[in-house]
């Protein structure tokens, strides 16, 4: 357990559907509380089995589980390293996450969300936001980064993932680069307070939850971006992982771990040809 303090408190100015968690950073760690159900433990989840994937290390943030208090509250949460901190150096200027709505609003005075939906057709959406982010910051490979982001949202259920919530990392003279992946506690319908009950069959709940980056079916945007970039993203685990990483985990309640174990065999069976 930590305790964490009012200075250390930070206000979030990235937009959420899912509302605003608290978050405090203190030192090298960000932490975060639930909000809405087991954000947490989805972070946790999701970002630990990342490990067992085709990305590299420093492709994304990893989560662990926490209990945080806060004044006269006991919150459950998560924690990761401050990835931007930690790339600092001595008389650098301090890098910073853009996200691509506030890229595009800097560069063209319009919102990228609504222009992405100007366009009928999905495969056109997506080069949209591939196309527009590689002219404004000189990435070259945009459309894989999207694909591997896109293949982890469908795979673990992210319902999170508008254009307030893909980002880049601005270093200053040394210009754009990409964002490690990070911000997964929308996933694994971690939602209970509203969208996702406990107690509800999850066979029934799994169908009703949605995308947002450009259409709402996870399925028709991962097929879109496979068929425009190439399958960018593979899995490696299985059955025994999951249950070893969830076995792991003490904070959550058997039900809630359970109820994760459930979904991702159901995601496992569902998206096969991605685990290799």
Known sequence: MIELFEHERMESAKHSSKGNQL???SGSIWYKADYTGYEGLAEYMVSHLLLFSSLEPDEYVLYDTEQIQYKEQLYTGCKSQDFLQNELDAGKECRQIITLERLYHNFCGESLYKNIYRFPDYEDRLKFIVEQTEQMTGLT??????CKLLTIDAFFLNEDRHTHNIA?????EAGYDYCPFFDQGASLLADTAMDYPLGQDIIEL???AAAKTFCSSFEEQLDTAEKLYGEALFFSFGEKEIQ????????YPENIRHRVYDILLQQCRKYQWLLK
């Open 244 to 251: 070893d990483l969830l076995n792991q985990e003490q904070i």
């Open 206 to 208: 799994i169908p009703h």
């Open 168 to 172: 880049v990392i601005w270093d200053g």
């Open 23 to 25: 978050k405090w950073n």
């Open 141 to 146: 490979d945009f459309g894989a980064y999207m």
